[in-house]
């Protein structure tokens, strides 16, 4: 009897790379990997249209889907944590004296006002800084994946030809979130940034994550079983890696890479907890801002967002 094989997307990384080479293989299936270089749009064909059996999603797109009635549902492997601090770029020529002068002026956002990364550096405003989120007008730069998504009164469009960057240095935008840095005048507008995720992580334990893993709801209606199995599959892939940085196995450590261990240095623990108990109150924080954010009208059960199986897996 021939293995079922089912499309996956999922960027190639440290802790997956196993899968794509086939050092490590699911029990029960195969994945059929599919690469798309872009990996947002990935995100919004899997959102709009399910092409895929199995793919890598964005988080907040994710919960924003799930409201929305998109048929899949998430295991929870979470592929992609970072920080953020360095994610909001200002000018420092513009007399903005910190993150509270934000307020009354406008944010320029990358892509859409759901997306995980621009949910999170709103969080840090937030929580660190004591911005009031619905004093800022956050400007679009493109739409959200999950089309019927409304986002509150305080988001516009960006009309024009004129980048991000481009509002940013004249002038238009105080500062931008997400987007790539076109001027070398642009700077985080907090300061020593990369050391302020760690801060973060050391003081309240704040290690956001951006990526998890979901299944078609059809395929786990036939096939019950391969939330679990899926789950099995990237635990072992990522622990695999995370035996390699522990015992300095990475030749050319990516930026990525120097994270996780910097993390596993702070913690002393695995940096990528597979698992809805260990990540519960990241989870669960998430949650929180993207009700707060006006992201979600409510505030969903962890046990609501996962495959049945996974519920209780840790790995």
Request: aromatic share 8%.
């Amino acid at each position: 009897m021939a293995v079922p094989k089912f499309t996956t997307v999922t960027r190639t990384q440290g802790n997956n790379a196993a899968l794509k080479t086939g050092e490590v293989t699911p029990r029960g299936f195969r994945f059929a990997f599919e690469e798309v270089p872009v990996l947002v749009r990935a995100f919004r064909r899997m959102v709009r249209d399910l092409e895929f059996d199995i793919s890598e999603m964005a988080l907040t797109t994710y919960l924003v889907a799930k409201e929305h009635g998109v048929r899949f549902t998430a295991v929870p492997v979470f592929l992609v944590r970072g920080f953020h601090h360095g994610a909001i770029l200002y000018d420092p020529d513009s007399g903005l004296r910190g993150p509270k002068d934000l307020e009354g002026r406008k944010v320029g956002v990358n892509r859409g006002y759901t997306v995980t990364t621009g949910v999170w550096a709103r969080t840090v405003l937030q929580e660190e800084h004591g911005v009031d989120l619905d004093r800022v007008t956050w400007v679009l730069s493109g739409d959200e994946h999950v089309a019927p998504y409304r986002p509150p009164v305080n988001v516009e469009p960006m009309w024009g030809e004129r980048s991000l960057g481009e509002r940013l240095a004249d002038g238009e935008l105080a500062a931008t979130v997400g987007a790539p840095a076109e001027d070398p005048r642009m700077a985080p507008l907090i300061p020593d940034a990369a050391q302020a995720g760690f801060r973060a992580l050391r003081d309240r334990g704040h290690y956001p994550i951006n990526h998890l893993v979901v299944i078609r709801d059809d395929l786990l209606a036939d096939r019950p079983e391969m939330a679990a199995e899926v789950f099995d599959a990237f635990a072992r892939a990522k622990r695999d890696y995370v035996e390699r940085l522990r015992g300095g196995g990475i030749e050319q450590p990516s930026a990525t890479d120097r994270t996780h261990q910097k993390v596993m240095e702070i913690t002393g623990a695995d940096p990528l907890p597979y698992g809805i108990e260990p990540n519960r109150v990241v989870l669960e924080s998430l949650i929180k801002h993207a009700v707060d954010q006006h992201i979600l009208d409510r505030a969903p059960a962890l046990d609501e967002l996962f495959a049945e199986s996974t519920l209780d897996l840790v790995g």
